[in-house]
Nanobody, 121 residues
Framework: QVQLVESGGGSVQAGGSLRLACAASGNTWNLNCLGWFRQSPGKEREGVARIHTGSHSTYYTDSVKGRFTISYNNANNTVYLQMNSLKPEDAAMYYC??????????????WGQGTQVTVSP
């Protein structure tokens, strides 16, 4: 079993910042990629950022490049998403996810419960 527990969501004004955290526990020994997805009402879930837990190599979707930063702390098996210069269109439920390999978003198979991010104009 893999447990992914997100925290750090909330409400901010446009231009503000939030930092999300996701603590991974359980049978994570073979999970080499952690990532963040988001889904807003009426839209499909989209991949936002991912990081390889060994090399710390990262990948971002175009809409968040230069504003979001994903990082990973090996000591506590926690992945973070620092979100700066937030826009109303960033508002969504954000999900932490884990995969055995870093690659296509479809590889992610373990999911957290989500944390809500609200951005007011």
């Amino acid at each position: 079993q893999v447990q992914l527990v997100e925290s750090g969501g909330g409400s901010v004004q446009a231009g503000g910042s939030l930092r999300l955290a996701c603590a991974a526990s359980g049978n994570t020994w073979n999970l080499n990629c952690l990532g963040w997805f988001r889904q807003s009402p009426g839209k499909e879930r989209e991949g936002v950022a991912r990081i390889h837990t060994g090399s710390h190599s990262t990948y971002y979707t175009d809409s968040v490049k230069g504003r979001f930063t994903i990082s990973y702390n090996n000591a506590n098996n926690t992945v973070y998403l620092q979100m700066n210069s937030l826009k109303p269109e960033d508002a969504a439920m954000y999900y932490c996810a884990a995969a055995q390999y870093c690659g296509p978003w479809s590889l992610f198979e373990h999911w957290g419960q989500g944390t809500q991010v609200t951005v007011s104009p």
